[in-house]
């Protein structure tokens, strides 16, 4: 059973940054695609980044563009997201998620899940 566990979440006013790490207890890590995704209240969840296997390819949604860096650490088991100026529209619970690939399809839901971290930016 894979587990993922999020960490890094927390308040920030606009403007700021939060790093996001994400991790994995899966020996088949470094063989997977890793992606971050968020839900904000009353809405549905929506894809943020993904990253392939070895890292070598990196996708994000538009409205994070230039502001968020997804990146991963094989030999730690770790996924993080970077995210700088921040924005109270960014405020969600940020989830990463895995799936048996190597680069992320977001037609396709993620084979396992995180619990989430919850991202707070005040105006």
């Known amino acids: 059973q894979v587990q993922l566990v999020e960490s890094g979440g927390g308040l920030v006013q606009a403007g700021g940054s939060l790093r996001l790490s994400c991790a994995a207890s899966?020996?088949?890590?470094?063989?997977?695609?890793m992606g971050w995704f968020r839900q904000a209240p009353g809405k549905e969840r929506e894809f943020v980044a993904a990253?392939?296997?070895?890292?070598?390819?990196?996708e994000y949604t538009g409205s994070v563009k230039g502001r968020f860096t997804i990146s991963r650490d094989n030999a730690k088991n770790m996924v993080y997201l970077q995210m700088n100026s921040l924005k109270p529209e960014d405020t969600a619970v940020y989830y990463c998620?895995?799936?048996?690939?190597?680069?992320?399809?977001?037609?396709?839901?993620?084979?396992?899940w995180g619990q989430g971290t919850l991202v707070t930016v005040s105006s």
């Open positions: 899966t020996r088949t890590f470094s063989l997977n695609a």
């Open positions: 990253i392939s296997w070895t890292g070598s390819t990196t």
């Open positions: 998620a895995q799936q048996h690939r190597a680069y992320y399809d977001t037609g396709r839901e993620g084979d396992y």
